[in-house]
């Protein structure tokens, strides 16, 4: 006997029609201020929200769209004289990466110290030309997370796939910092002059909050020197003896690493 099977579609139907009326409902949420900006209140509220106490002395520059935060960028790369540190989430192909991996390179060859933190999921679209520049002039570029499926002990934590960096930082010479919301891409580029040109705020520091930028950064680096090692003792001391479980001396744990069949 043939099944009919249209009662069956016809409750899927239903279902997708439920489905997508569904996500197109949208809560609106308002935030209750309990205090005013000028209440002192609220500047130590925000200390203890944000972590790193609010800092006074600080000169603060909006830059707008890419057409003011590229030139603003690239001006103090160009300019440095002993230190850049570049920690971004996307970094892609295109004239914008091009300008920058440039600028990059050249000063890490008249002997300025560069290091770039590129989160790997981010910066997927990354052309190689690029990359080799910068790392054949002699900048330090680092990856953060990078997905390694088939590395020792990646499965026994996959919700690392999820650990990444969307900072945006540029540290000069540890006098002048750039933190906000634009990426290394030609997407940013212009002045969000039609859909094809996105819009996004960036800003320019000078004092005290600089130091606060590079210290961000360099627990940034900490964390890829601390993942680094960690793996590498895992590959070291996990081995197929007693069935592939072995202690993971070097986070101290006494976890179980799953390295073949229990």
Same mark, same amino acid.
């Given at each position: 006997d043939k099944i009919d099977m249209r009662l069956p579609l016809l409750l899927l139907a239903l279902l997708a029609l439920t489905s997508c009326s569904s996500f197109s409902k949208r809560d609106h949420y308002r935030v209750k201020h309990q205090y005013a900006t000028r209440d002192p209140q609220f500047e130590r509220t925000m200390n203890s929200l944000l972590g790193p106490g609010?800092?006074?002395?600080?000169?603060?520059?909006?830059?707008?769209?890419?057409?003011?935060?590229?030139?603003?960028?690239?001006?103090?790369?160009?300019?440095?004289?002993?230190?850049?540190?570049?920690?971004?989430?996307?970094?892609?192909?295109?004239?914008?990466?091009?300008?920058?991996?440039?600028?990059?390179a050249e000063r890490a060859r008249a002997h300025v110290a560069v290091h770039v933190i590129l989160d790997w999921q981010g910066t997927q =679209?990354? @052309?190689?030309?690029?990359l080799q520049l910068m790392k054949d002039?002699?900048?330090?570029?680092?990856?953060?997370? /990078?997905?390694?499926?088939?590395?020792?002990?990646?499965?026994?934590?996959?919700?690392?796939?999820?650990?990444?960096?969307?900072?945006?930082?540029?540290?000069v010479d540890g006098r002048i910092g750039f933190t906000g919301g634009v990426g290394i891409a030609d997407e940013w580029d212009g002045d969000a002059q039609d859909p094809k040109h996105w819009r996004d705020n960036h800003y320019r520091v000078k004092g005290p909050v600089v130091a606060e930028l590079q210290g961000a950064d360099q627990q940034a680096r900490h964390d890829l020197v601390a993942r680094a090692q960690h793996q590498r003792g895992i590959e070291?001391?996990?081995? =197929?003896? @007693?069935?592939?479980?072995?202690?993971?001396?070097?986070?101290?744990?006494?976890?179980?690493?799953?390295?073949? /069949?229990?």
């Open positions: 609010l800092q006074p002395g600080n000169e603060v520059v909006t830059l707008r769209n890419g057409a003011e935060i590229f030139p603003a960028m690239l001006k103090a790369i160009r300019g440095a004289k002993r230190s850049i540190n570049l920690e971004t989430y996307i970094y892609w192909k295109g004239n914008i990466g091009r300008q920058f991996a440039e600028a990059l =679209k990354l @052309d190689h030309d690029s002039a002699g900048v330090e570029v680092a990856q953060y997370n /990078p997905i390694k499926p088939f590395q020792v002990g990646f499965w026994y934590r996959p919700t690392r796939l999820n650990n990444r960096t969307h900072r945006k930082l540029l540290i070291r001391v996990v081995g =197929k003896g @007693d069935g592939g479980r072995e202690r993971d001396h070097v986070a101290g744990e006494e976890r179980e690493l799953h390295a073949g /069949p229990a």
